[in-house]
């Protein structure tokens, strides 16, 4: 399960990247790399290792 949560944050990235470089996706993307910071952390502080 902790694997598909780093497929989610690494897809979310991408998209990210995309949308802020390359469209003017407005506040979405944003959004949703914010949800992807906010998933790596949970994971950091509940005792996950990081990749």
Do not use: E, K, Q, T
């Amino acid at each position: 399960m902790g694997n598909l949560l780093y497929v989610l944050v690494v897809i979310l990235l991408i998209a990210w990247a995309v949308g802020f470089f390359g469209y003017n996706a407005g506040g979405l993307i944003h959004i949703l790399i914010v949800i992807a910071i906010i998933a790596v952390l949970l994971r950091v502080i509940a005792g996950g290792r990081i990749l």
